[in-house]
């Protein structure tokens, strides 16, 4: 599959990304992770999935020449797709991540039910710095580690080590090997379970929350769509990037 190695071990799929430097969200390896997903959603042995990445780094993010206003909606829509079949696959996922992990790839690792961490790992979202937001992280993080940790990684731009993100609850473990931590992880409190089970419970901890999420997904979508994109600035911030030159904002 395109920019992607997958295999199943068990009840265990593996997805690893090994697509171009920095394992860039393209269209064509989002495109390759639903497929991937939905050619093993219907195993009844799958108990889990494990994200991982070849090279020093997890993920840069999506694509940036794909958030032009002229692509970036065809864009959303099969990202969002992506982490809405990873979210309704209805069996924990577990990531390791190595090195940086932004923007769409920390979106990517948010669907994690366990997240392992390299002591190198950095996480965050730069999309304000191009003059953007992330529409899913800003439905989803905030319930993952609250508002006020949310709002200072989605509005700053800045991202944190992997210390700082196991002490505000975005990692559940550091671990000089993430994939050895995670599949640990899975041999420990997965594995012995009941993956018709599994699928139950997950289904019933995110009873309350899937529905007020997919709402605000939905008005976010909006958002960035209907309103960022048709800013002088949110296109600015895309071009200026893209031609390696500072931005040039007009505040609208």
């Not at 309704?88 to 948010?110: F, H, K």
């Not at 379970?193 to 929350?209: D, G």
Request: charged fraction near 25%.
């Amino acid at each position: 599959m395109s920019g992607i190695e997958v295999g199943l071990d068990g009840g265990l799929l593996r997805i690893t990304l090994a697509g171009a430097r920095g394992n860039v969200l393209d269209g064509a390896m989002v495109r390759a992770l639903r497929a991937a997903l939905r050619e093993h959603a219907a195993d009844s042995r799958l108990r889990a999935v494990l994200l991982g990445a070849r090279g020093p780094h997890f993920c840069y993010g999506a694509s940036v020449e794909e958030h032009r206003p002229e692509r970036a909606p065809a864009m959303l829509a099969e990202l969002h797709g992506l982490l809405r079949d990873l979210l309704g696959l209805g069996v924990p996922c577990l990531g390791a991540v190595r090195g940086a992990c932004l923007g769409g790839g920390l979106e990517l690792a948010l669907c994690c039910t366990f997240l392992v961490a390299a002591p190198d790992a950095r996480f965050g979202f730069p999309e304000i710095k191009l003059g953007h937001f992330a529409p899913f992280a800003s439905a989803l993080l905030p319930w993952r580690i609250g508002l006020a940790h949310a709002e200072r990684l989605l509005i700053s731009g800045e991202p944190v080590d992997a210390t700082r993100a196991f002490a505000i609850g975005l990692v559940d473990d550091v671990a000089d090997d993430p994939e050895a931590g995670a599949l640990l992880l899975y041999e420990e409190r997965l594995a012995p379970r009941s993956a018709s089970s599994l699928r139950f419970a997950l289904r019933a901890a995110r009873e309350q929350v899937r529905p007020r999420l997919e709402q605000t997904l939905q008005d976010l979508e909006r958002l960035y769509v209907q309103e960022l994109l048709t800013t002088h600035d949110a296109r600015e911030g895309i071009e200026a990037f893209l031609e390696k030159r500072p931005p040039q904002w007009k505040n609208q």
